[in-house]
């Protein structure tokens, strides 16, 4: 019986635990760096134990620290949230060894998908479509050039151990490939540790579109409907909506089931993601997955008024899940903006420091995950995710309106955030008529003044 | 985690509050200046650390509650890992160090355990122990204050 369970991550998502928890009469016990001292969640947590310095491999991320909290507070369980040590296949075996639940899919799941080639090729045995490429990593620049000539330009070259939208390149000819191939070898190498690369058909303007798995420990396997993530800039997401305004019933049938013969093919337990990219005949390919909850979490809970990091620890709990794919109902429309702390009209520059006043919008349909609060010094150590404005509604029309009406009533003072430029994008027609790829926000930043988002 | 000897435990920093009393039936209750209702498990010396810090940026540290104002020559031993603080190699042995202890650089002053492992730990400055500012057996966390020394 899990009592007691210690958070290994900052910010809102640690926010995030520690509420469920408490619903659940869980204690709990945060773990920080002397960055977060002042964090809301290390204040409302039940315990706190510092684990370090302010940079995340001096805190966040050392596993020995954050393992031996874990034994001198005696706890039973360790959410890892998104992130961090999240999809760390030795943090999780660790876990184990130790006798404390790790609050996720076994460390062979975290292990096999955390490979993104080894994972292609296993969802592929499944029957899952995967976009055409190589068979795994390529050898050499030869090899690689001839399988993006079989495969046809553009392709995109991505790193083995990347994911998350990092160490990408895209070629568009053999005389960009040469070098495209060896800048992303070299990029991974130096992010990841790991320079094998694999090529992939680049399918141009893709929606994003990914599925919530559930599973439990007695073999059940669900998904939750799925997220439409396609506005991000430079591979990461601004604004997910769920349902997607692309996908039909059919549709969403066929990849649901793909997803989740995707998560059996991974032997997947917990809460997980199957991203797929989405071309405009509807063809739809896998690209990844994430064995982790995922910071748009709340656009699934909203839709389908399943709470999923409470489902987590019931599934680490050992318990069924007690509902089934029938049960499941896509009953509101949700749409979330994430709020960074960034300059929009300075190419997105980091704002961290102090926040001034902070009034977070309210009422019906509206929902804010977030740690900020007036006076809240931003550390400048971490990302610059500061919260998630979330709205929902009957329609996705209701759900638009009240996010920009939301938007509107928002302050944050002290520094600059992206809020106008989600304002800019709920008053944006392409946006409006639910007609966003994943090229839609190169466009939109090309068409639209910079005044009106900044 | 071990409970600590004491029945009861004051604290007073500048806005700041804490007091730890063992209650009735035994369990530490504990009243905080910041107003929270339920009761929780404070390790005595509580976030954040002061001016004996290193330099963290200013932003960072301006809105924690201040520390003692510290006296000249003053520092502390804080501890570079999570674990359970020792005095002694051995429940027979020795205390590393007391209050008037010299010690060195190189001084093991305890032992913090850490998953098993007895970790030596060094006194990292020059000077005399003045006060062992925790207990035998007692969990720490990482930067918490375990000896006052006089430098030099």
């Known amino acids: 019986m899990i009592q007691k369970i210690l958070i290994a991550n900052r910010g809102e998502i640690a926010l995030r635990i520690v509420r469920a928890c408490r619903e659940l009469g869980i204690k709990t016990l945060a773990v920080y760096s002397e960055a977060d001292v002042q964090s809301l969640h290390v204040q409302l947590a039940d315990e706190a134990i510092c684990i370090g310095g302010p940079k995340s491999a001096d805190s966040y991320l050392r596993a020995d620290r ?38 996720g899919p076994k460390s062979k799941s975290i292990k096999m998908m955390g490979d993104k080639a080894v994972a292609k090729d296993t969802v592929k045995k499944a029957g899952v479509p995967t976009v055409p490429g190589s068979d795994g990593p390529v050898e050499n620049e030869a090899e ?76 059940k396997i669900l998904h939750l409907g799925e997220r439409d993530c396609s506005v991000q800039r430079r591979h990461q997401k601004l604004i997910e909506e769920s349902p997607s305004p692309f996908l039909t019933s059919d549709l969403r049938k066929k990849m649901g089931k793909a997803a989740i013969r995707a998560a059996e093919a991974a032997d997947y337990e917990n809460a997980g993601t199957i991203e797929f990219l989405v071309d405009a005949k509807g063809n739809f390919y896998f690209i990844e997955m994430n064995t982790r909850i995922q910071v748009e979490h709340p656009v699934t ?28 109902k896509f009953e509101k429309h949700a749409i979330e903006c994430r709020i960074n702390a960034e300059d929009p009209s300075r190419n997105f520059a980091p704002s961290p420091g102090t926040i001034g006043l902070y009034y977070p919008p309210g009422g019906h349909g509206i929902r804010i995950d977030s740690h900020a609060y007036s006076g809240y010094v931003i550390p400048p150590y971490y990302d610059s995710m500061i919260g998630k404005l979330i709205s929902f509604g009957s329609t996705r029309k209701v759900a638009l309106e009240r996010m920009y009406r939301a938007l509107s009533e928002y302050l944050i003072r002290g520094i600059k955030t992206t809020i106008p430029l989600h304002k800019a994008i709920m008053a944006d027609p392409v946006f409006i008529e639910g007609k966003a790829t994943t090229a839609y926000m190169e466009d939109f930043m090309n068409r639209t003044p910079p005044d009106l988002f900044s | 985690m071990k409970r600590s000897e004491l029945s009861e435990f004051a604290v007073e920093e500048e806005g700041f509050k804490l007091k730890i009393r063992r209650g009735g039936n035994g369990q530490p209750l504990v009243s905080s200046g910041r107003g929270s209702n339920s009761p929780f498990i404070a390790l005595p010396d509580l976030p954040p650390t002061a001016a004996a810090q290193p330099a963290v940026q200013a932003p960072a540290t301006s809105a924690a509650p201040s520390a003692p104002k510290e006296e ?45 492992i007895m970790n030596e730990i060094q006194a990292e400055a020059k000077g005399t122990i003045l006060e062992v500012l925790v207990e035998n057996g007692q969990p720490v966390e990482y930067g918490q204050r375990l000896f006052k020394i006089k430098q030099g």
């Open chain 2, 72 to 116: 000249e020559g003053v520092g502390y031993i804080k501890s570079p890992m999570v674990g359970t603080f020792y005095r002694a190699a051995s429940p027979e042995s020795k205390p590393f160090a007391e209050p008037g202890t010299k010690v060195v650089e190189t001084t093991v002053v305890c032992i913090i355990e850490a998953m098993k």
């Open chain 1, 144 to 219: 690689a050039i001839k399988v993006a000539r079989k495969v046809g330009y553009p392709v995109i070259i991505k790193a083995v151990a990347g994911g998350g939208g990092r160490g990408m390149r895209i070629a568009h000819n053999d005389i960009s490939f040469a070098k495209e191939y060896h800048v992303a070898r070299g990029e991974a190498e130096k992010a990841f540790g790991n320079g094998a690369v694999y090529i992939e058909r680049y399918i141009e303007k893709p929606r994003h579109i990914e599925f919530q798995i559930l599973g439990d420990s007695h073999g």
């Open chain 1, 301 to 328: 809970e909203e839709c389908t008024g399943i709470d999923l990091i409470k489902q987590q620890i019931r599934v680490a709990n050992g318990e069924k899940l007690d509902f089934d794919q029938g049960d499941i």
């Open chain 1, 66 to 103: 954050i393992i031996s909290a874990a034994e001198i507070a005696d706890v039973d369980a360790i959410h890892p949230g998104y992130g961090f040590l999240s999809e760390n296949a030795k943090f999780a075996e660790q876990c184990e060894s130790c006798n404390i639940k790790f609050i």
